[in-house]
């Protein structure tokens, strides 16, 4: 009657431990071994794993040769994959371009079509899994992509400089602000969340999509922050909101630094900065609104208290006060980039 050597050392407390941990099948042949230890038959062995000797015997002549490590499988070769270095260079520089680049009549790459496009540029036939996992490897993910602004001011970097240079040299007392405005509306933003899988999350959308826009303005050195809610943005909310500054922080200079979009630099605007003598305006870059920091402080409001939750004005306006009264002034700076 066939039984396993004489277990070793620490054989025995490896083989428990293999029990209690290893995937099932390792798992079963450790225990295989320890059951033939303690006098169990083979056929005994047969009955309890329903297997047949000869797998019982192999696992038994496994283990007298190279013990419990012998009990885990071994690599196996396989059939060489259909995805060499080749193809897969094929598929990236596909990815890279768009696919009427290489007369598809479509602008996006799905699994789908580009199966095709290897099957009938290399004549091979790659299943969608297959494809899948290529991209995958090659570090490609299916994410939404970004706006980018094509026109750029060629002025940009000396403009960035100039205003550094004001900023940097005025004189002591003067306030220095960074301003912006932002539009909310009934119509949550959409953002990632977490949700059950296969369970898409529905967000309602309202009857009428309401909306009022905040101006807002960052003080550089200290972190206060200065808004106004207004239904329109124009000359006359832009020349309020600025009153409405200077008569909340009297007695001081200020400098206010923001993009040059058109209410910002319409005449009736610029005739009314000329006659206040406590303000000037720096105007930042033509079509680069996201060199101003304060785009950073919109956004984490918009995620905190707009995303994916349909409210009415009055609930959203009611949100966004909470938000900045809950936020220190050192808490904006870092929102907006401005603290190390």
Known sequence: MRYVRELQDE???ELSRMVRQEVGRVAIRANMILLSSFGYT????EVIYQISKVTIYKWFDRFDEEGP???HDKPRSGRPSDVTQAVKDFVR????ETPNKYGENCTIWTVALLQTHIK?????QLSEKVTRKTIHALGFRWRRPRWAAVRKDPFEAQIMKGLARVILNRSLGVQAWLQDETKFRTLPPLRQMWMLKGQQVRIPTPKVNEK???YGSLNLDNGDWF???FDKVNSDATISYLDALLNT???TSHILIWDQARYHTSRKVENWITEQERLSVLLLPKYAAELNPVESIWRIVKQRVAANLTRLVPALKEAYLAFFEEKTSEDLLQFAGLTL
């Open 11 to 13: 054989e025995p407390l």
């Open 42 to 45: 083979v056929s005994d062995i």
């Open 69 to 71: 490590d012998g009990l």
């Open 93 to 96: 520089r596909a990815l890279e």
């Open 120 to 124: 009938n540029e290399l004549g091979l």
């Open 212 to 214: 009022f826009y905040s």
């Open 227 to 229: 808004d106004a809610f």
């Open 249 to 251: 922080y009297p007695n």
